[in-house]
T-cell receptor, first 110, second 116 residues
Framework: QKEVEQNSGPLSVPEGAIASLNCTYS??????FFWYRQYSGKSPELIMF????GDKEDGRFTAQLNKASQYVSLLIRDSQPSDSATYLC??????????FGKGTMLLVSP | EAQVTQNPRYLITVTGKKLTVTCSQN?????MSWYRQDPGLGLRQIYY???????DKGDVPEGYKVSRKEKRNFPLILESPSPNQTSLYFC???????????????FGPGTRLLVL
C-alpha cells in the first residue's frame, strides 16, 4: 500500500513569512509529485508538479524533491492570508494511480 | 473554457435508492478518476479509467460502479447507497497517465452526497 504522509497541522505563520510544507512517501518507484491547494468545500487546484530531484520555482512557490530521502516539500514565500488553505501532496509512479496525502492546513495570520 | 463538470452538486437521498453522479470533461483527456473525500481520511480513489471502455478499481471501490462509454463522460453509479457513502465526491481528469505535466489531474467542483 503506497502511503503519502503529511503533518495535518494547522501550520500557523504570520503574513509575509515563509511557510514550509512537508511530505514523505513510501514508494521508491514514485516518479511524479504534485502539490494541490484546497480551500474548504472546494475542489483541489494544482499549484505545481515536480519530477526531478532539486528545486522548482514558480512565483512565490518552490517545490523541493529529494528522491533518496523520499521527501518532497513546498515553500511559500511572502505568505498571504489568501494562502490559508489545505495543501495536498500527491504522488504517482508512471501509469499507477495518484495517491494523496491527507493534507496540511495552513493558516496565515494578518 | 476547459473544465470538468459534475452533476448534481448536492444530493440528498435515502438508503437503497439508486443514483448516478455524472462527470464530463471537454479537454479530450484520456484518464478520468473518481475520488471521495472524508474528514480525517483525505482523498481516496474509487475508480479510474485509462481510456474508453477501460476502467479499474481504486482504493475504495466497494458499493460503486462506473462506465466509460465515451471519452468525455465517466459517470459514478451507486446502485444501493448506504449512509457510509455520505461524502464529498470529486471527478478528475488528466491528459494521460505518464510522467510529469500530462499526469496533472484537473478536478470537478465536487458533489456533496448525503444518504439518509
Amino acid at each position: 500500500q503506497k502511503e503519502v504522509e503529511q503533518n495535518s497541522g494547522p501550520l500557523s505563520v504570520p503574513e509575509g513569512a515563509i511557510a514550509s510544507l512537508n511530505c514523505t512517501y513510501s514508494d521508491r518507484g514514485s516518479q511524479s509529485f504534485f502539490w494541490y491547494r484546497q480551500y474548504s468545500g472546494k475542489s483541489p487546484e494544482l499549484i505545481m508538479f515536480i519530477y526531478s530531484n532539486g528545486d522548482k520555482e514558480d512565483g512565490r512557490f518552490t517545490a523541493q524533491l529529494n528522491k533518496a530521502s523520499q521527501y518532497v516539500s513546498l515553500l511559500i514565500r511572502d505568505s498571504q492570508p489568501s494562502d490559508s488553505a489545505t495543501y495536498l501532496c500527491a504522488v504517482t509512479g508512471g501509469y499507477s494511480t495518484l495517491t494523496f496525502g491527507k493534507g496540511t492546513m495552513l493558516l496565515v495570520s494578518p | 473554457e476547459a473544465q470538468v463538470t459534475q452533476n448534481p452538486r448536492y444530493l440528498i437521498t435515502v438508503t437503497g435508492k439508486k443514483l448516478t453522479v455524472t462527470c464530463s470533461q471537454n479537454m479530450n483527456h484520456e484518464y478520468m478518476s473518481w475520488y471521495r473525500q472524508d474528514p480525517g481520511l483525505g482523498l481516496r480513489q474509487i475508480y479510474y479509467s485509462m481510456n474508453v471502455e477501460v476502467t479499474d478499481k481504486g482504493d475504495v471501490p466497494e458499493g460503486y460502479k462506473v462506465s466509460r462509454k465515451e471519452k468525455r463522460n465517466f459517470p459514478l453509479i451507486l446502485e444501493s447507497p448506504s449512509p457510509n457513502q455520505t461524502s464529498l465526491y470529486f471527478c478528475a481528469s488528466s491528459i494521460t497517465p505518464g510522467q510529469g505535466a500530462k499526469e496533472t489531474q484537473y478536478f470537478g467542483p465536487g458533489t456533496r452526497l448525503l444518504v439518509l
